[in-house]
């Protein structure tokens, strides 16, 4: 009941702080709370994986690259970030390896550090993208994302029977995959009417199904990194929900694949 309790609370004001961001912060500064937020899932994720040789502050600069890319310029402009932020890494290993004694963790090193900045500051500032096409394209995402997450958890614990992600989350069932799939859909209506966007019924039922179906590809991925580590949560910073990674994990399919639903089969 006490852990509960803490979880609600917590829920309770992170949403608060979300909506007030989104909805009220103008692009600029809302960029500038979402790279503090995405850095301290990078710093979490480098915890999990242990590098022996890495730099926070070089995946800082990086992911400032990238941030500052979708940020200021145009959307043509990220893969030129992106070349810049490989050759920022690839010199920090080239000149920062000092010891033979390094060698055999290089590769592992050097794709920890490639992994934080393509599976988390990447994906993650599709974020940003979609907040500048209009806050409510991030309602949407949150809101179908939030009930098929739920109801994948309540049907999966009460009919869930067959497993599908037996060593990254066991608990996971195909019946609360499918659950998250249905309700995703019908939350896409749902979310269409609270946070009105031009686009058809139908169109908004598939693409939140198809939201659904990807949140539960995307969180199990995550679930893996804390299982090599032997972990629960990516850490506490959360009373009661773990870390930042734990929160946008869901996120990293989806906020990329919502983009470009939206950019190519939205009217």
């Not at 994948?152 to 659950?179: M, Q």
Request: proline residues 5%; hydrophobic residues 55%.
């Amino acid at each position: 009941m006490k852990e509960f309790i803490t979880r609600t609370i917590t829920a309770f004001f992170m949403i608060i702080f979300a909506y007030v961001v989104i909805e009220y912060l103008p692009p600029a500064y809302f960029s500038l709370i979402w790279f503090i937020f995405i850095s301290i899932g990078v710093r979490e994720l480098i915890k999990l994986t242990e590098p022996a040789t890495h730099s926070l502050p070089v995946l800082y600069l990086s992911g400032l690259a990238i941030a500052a890319a979708f940020t200021f310029g145009k959307f043509e402009d990220v893969p030129t970030a992106l070349m810049g932020v490989v050759l920022i890494n690839g010199l920090f290993f080239l000149f920062g390896l000092r010891k033979k004694e390094a060698l055999p963790h290089f590769v592992r090193d050097m794709g920890i550090h490639y992994l934080a900045l393509f599976y988390l500051y990447f994906p993650l500032y599709y974020f940003f993208l979609l907040k500048k096409l209009h806050p409510n394209y991030l309602f949407f995402l949150i809101s179908v994302i939030a009930i098929g997450d739920t109801a994948a958890y309540f049907f999966g614990r009460l009919i869930g029977k067959h497993k599908i992600y037996k060593i990254a989350s066991p608990k996971k069932s195909l019946e609360g995959l499918i659950a998250a799939i249905i309700f995703a859909g019908v939350s896409g209506w749902l979310a269409i009417l609270v946070f009105p966007l031009k686009v058809d019924v139908s169109v908004a039922v598939i693409t939140g199904a198809i939201m659904g179906l990807m949140s539960q590809l995307s969180d199990p991925i995550e679930s893996l990194f804390k299982r090599s580590a032997d972990k629960k949560d990516s850490s506490n910073l959360l009373p009661g929900h773990g870390g930042v990674l734990d929160r946008v994990d869901s996120y990293i399919f989806c906020a990329p694949a919502l983009f470009y639903i939206i950019r190519y089969f939205w009217t």
